[in-house]
């Protein structure tokens, strides 16, 4: 599947299953909370912090696609087609960072 599909399968979702987009404030608030749960399983899976009995069965990939699911989500709202941004970021990052990274010390 390509970011244009998905974009266009999770719109299709949203507006037969979904009903309708949450408005745009409502689905950030819920991408920074499924970032959240990203973040407790990071913790605990490659971090210092322990799982809790009421972490049995998370999944990090699943938890991944709920993020990736509400970006999109956010994307089609907004009128942003993921794939144009996508390339353009990624010339931004190979204009900027040509040198940055092979001049770092700390990655070496």
Known sequence: MTIKDAQLVVDQWIQTTGIRYFNELTNTAILMEEVGEV???MARKYGEQSFKKSDEGVNLADELA?????????ANQTGIDLTTALEANLEKKDIRDSERHKNNPKLT
């Open 39 to 41: 973040a407790r399983i």
């Open 66 to 74: 709920d993020v990736f699911f509400v970006l999109i989500c956010l």
